[in-house]
């Protein structure tokens, strides 16, 4: 499931709620990106996104992972709109019968996500706004995929 | 003349002055035309158009560089380079 949220949401309650009922799979792996203040650097930061496309384009980095993963489901949550210091970004998690698929389906996700989904990071802070764009490491990150 | 609708992500919105504008168009036209028209007296907008790091969709449907056409009632948007997670 893949679902764009403007609101916060709770990554232990989705996670658990993902899992239920599934007593097929061996493995829940999950990541929560966290939206971090360095000593107060930072006092929100905003997500633009385009609404279609940005869910679109989700979906079509999760069906790569599930082509590429032994997996049985998974769940990616993104938030968009104003963000605060603690409160969770994203949410990625998977189900499968074995740890490896598991895990490294949702580094995978991540790594696409990263350089792959359409949101434009906005950083407000007491000294101005700053707009986030991927680092080299981002892209990097995502090539080393494709040896694989 | 009826209108296209020209969407600005991220940054662009705020070259543009708006995340939204509607740009008439007579009928079909290329991307490289409709770029230039939206560059028309306003020569940071046209150089943050023309950058290759900004992808263009036509209703959603992302474009090969600047080689699509679009026309009245079609959805335009430019997208700088994203960053999800």
Sequence with gaps: MIRVSPTPFDPQAETAAFAAGHTEAGALASFVGVCRSETGAVTALH????????????????????????????????????VRPGEPIVLAATLAAHRKPALQAVDFLMDYLKTGAPFWKREIGPDGERWIEPRADDYEAREQWKEK | ????????????????????????????????????????????????????????????????????????????AFLPPVSGG
Aim: glycine residues 12%; charged residues 25%.
């Design chain 2, 1 to 76: 003349m009826a209108d296209a609708r020209i969407l600005f992500l991220g940054r662009l919105a705020e070259i543009a002055g708006g995340r939204e504008r509607a740009l008439p168009l007579g009928g079909p036209a290329s991307l490289g035309e409709i770029v230039e028209a939206l560059g028309r007296g306003d020569p940071e907008l046209a150089a943050a158009l023309a950058a290759p790091s900004v992808r263009v969709a036509v209703n959603q449907q992302i474009q090969r560089g600047r080689e699509g056409r679009a026309g009245p009632g079609d959805e335009i």
């Design chain 1, 47 to 82: 997500l633009d996104h385009y609404p279609g496309f940005t869910e679109s384009e989700i979906a079509r980095i999760d069906a790569e992972a599930r082509a590429r993963f032994a997996l049985i489901d998974t769940l990616v949550i993104h938030r968009c709109g104003m």
